[in-house]
């Protein structure tokens, strides 16, 4: 299948080495030709170009561009593709933008990889990113079930784990694991700095280890991709923002009351719940 992958990052990069591994023929697309470069040489790719018409011939193509940039970038490239292409992205909000895409385009099914690292660009490309993670794919009642059994197929031969869900309630449930956890962690990272004792922030800073490392990791991560969350999702990350400082705030009183056995079953409760979410 000629799969075409326009965005050459570290979701671009890592999808054109697992579906060459599986025989495809990868097309990719970028704004810069050094990433071009450099995915003909890490392999990623079959052949790369700034140019989009490339994409003409393309079956599918993943749209893995920011996601300020998904939908002007659907804007042109639909201009070069035979009807029967079918389009898919990748970006972590999904109602504004299977809204706006599927107005332009029939044959288009939303997507979301939960996969990364903390690197970025075509350089951080890895082998096998998606195996044993979600991967959310999100159409709705127009969308063709003949779009959505091929990237069915080609999210299996990642090793995704697929899930289907509404687009507004990927947007939900990524406000409450994801987008809300790169602003507590960026406010983490604002309140130590901020701290008003320069000594105690140098001891901090030295001091600081697995504990910091751990919960401070997505608020120092790309902050256009922060942006965009809360610009494109924004009424469930504060629904969500709403919900965090309500317990927040709860426990602050506890401790101000010296209430430490319930501020114990808190978190009791907190221990008891966190296997839900984290999966071995």
């Known amino acids: 299948m000629n799969i075409g992958i326009v965005g050459l990052g570290l979701i671009g990069g890592s999808l054109g080495l ?73 970006g972590s909000v999904k109602l504004p933008i299977v809204q706006a895409v599927s107005s332009l385009w029939h044959n288009f099914i939303g997507g979301h990889p939960m996969a990364g690292t903390a690197e970025s660009g075509i350089e951080a490309a890895l082998r096998n990113l998606f195996v044993e993670n979600p991967y959310v794919l999100t159409p709705t009642l127009t969308t063709p079930k003949s779009a959505i059994t091929v990237v069915e197929g080609l999210v299996q031969q990642l090793g995704s784990n697929i899930y289907f869900c509404a687009p507004e309630q990927h947007d939900k449930a990524v406000s409450w694991i994801s987008h809300l956890p790169v602003m507590v962690s960026a406010s983490l990272i604002a309140a130590c700095v901020d701290n008003g004792d320069l ?11 697995s504990g910091f490392k751990d919960t401070s990791r997505v608020g120092g991560g790309n902050p ?51 296997p839900g979410f984290i999966k071995d």
Request: glycine fraction near 4%; charge should be negative.
């Open 18 to 90: 697992d579906l060459r591994s599986h025989g495809h023929y990868v097309i990719g697309v970028s704004r810069r030709a050094s990433s071009c470069q450099t995915a003909m040489a890490i392999g990623s790719v079959d052949e790369a170009s700034v140019d989009l018409s490339v994409l003409a011939i393309a079956e599918v193509v993943f749209i893995c561009t920011p996601l300020g940039i998904i939908v002007p970038t659907v804007e042109q490239l639909i201009t070069f593709l035979p009807a029967t292409t079918v389009l898919t992205d990748v």
């Open 224 to 274: 256009e991709l922060g942006v965009m969350m809360a610009k494109y999702n924004r009424d469930a990350l504060l629904d969500s923002l709403q919900g965090y400082r309500n317990n927040l705030n709860q426990i602050i009183d506890l401790i101000e009351c010296e209430n430490w056995d319930k501020l114990e079953e808190m978190l009791q409760f907190s221990q008891s719940n966190r």
């Open 199 to 209: 000594e105690v922030l140098q001891l901090a800073q030295n001091l600081a280890s």
